[in-house]
């Protein structure tokens, strides 16, 4: 299998779209959860996220839609069909990057 040319640059794509694959989100929250679970590895910042996010749509990987919650309106995201595809993809491809990266320093080897 080939990957992309840079893998790394769409992690951040594919984490988000990893954590819509779990549930509905709205933007500050996806900014907390990937904060947290990282161990405040990956900090986005509300210019990276929107932005992304808004790729992500015109792409047809996520949908919006507003919901009113405490009161407050707020703009939530859901993958969609083609953001599941998309997502699978590129986990695929970042396994194999992975693994060939851990091969190449003498980590595990490749199987592909």
């Known amino acids: 299998m080939t990957v ?10 594919m984490l988000i779209l990893k954590l ?24 986005l910042k509300v210019g990276t996220l929107y932005p992304l996010l808004h790729s992500l749509v ?3 990987y ?12 707020r703009k939530y995201y859901q993958i969609t ?7 699978d993809r590129m986990i695929k491809e970042w396994h194999t990057y992975a693994s060939v990266v851990n091969m190449m320093i003498g980590g595990v080897s490749f199987e592909g």
């Open 20 to 43: 819509l694959s779990e549930k509905d989100m709205y933007g500050y929250e996806m900014i907390d959860t990937l904060s947290k679970r990282s161990n405040n590895v990956f900090e």
């Open 4 to 13: 992309s040319k840079n893998p790394v640059s769409g992690n951040t794509s």
């Open 58 to 60: 015109k792409g047809g």
């Open 81 to 87: 069909p083609s953001g599941w595809k998309y997502l």
């Open 62 to 73: 996520l949908k919006g839609y507003d919901k009113e919650v405490n009161g407050k309106l």
